[in-house]
């Protein structure tokens, strides 16, 4: 398979040897439902796949998430912060102990 290619609004994958027309475009909708397969002679009959493209991802948010009780007892703010390391892997997470009315709630912060 090769690379996806995006110009503008279209994208295109090459899915391999064409086989048939019919065969090309069942291949294509079956990985990008809604795309239409080609097959392209001027490259060895190749089943080119062309859809519409995704969006871009868009920029990372700060989000936050309860993970428990946090304090003396329980877990203290390095095992919260180990906790949420692997809960939600990433080079800015970290957590937390946070004082609620009736405990402490180890509060993990990351970006997702």
Known sequence: MSKTLSDG???STGLGDCGSTV???N???????????????S???????YYTCPPPPGPQQPCTAGYGTCGIKDCDRQCCDAKC???FPGPN???TCED???????LCHFLC
């Open 85 to 87: 390391k692997i809960k």
């Open 93 to 95: 997470t970290y957590g």
């Open 43 to 49: 490259i060895n009959p190749q089943c080119i796949c």
């Open 100 to 106: 609620y009315i009736y405990m402490m709630g180890c």
């Open 27 to 41: 291949r294509c909708q079956s990985s990008q439902p809604g795309g239409q397969g080609s097959c392209d002679s």
């Open 9 to 11: 609004q279209v994208c």
């Open 23 to 25: 065969d090309c475009n």
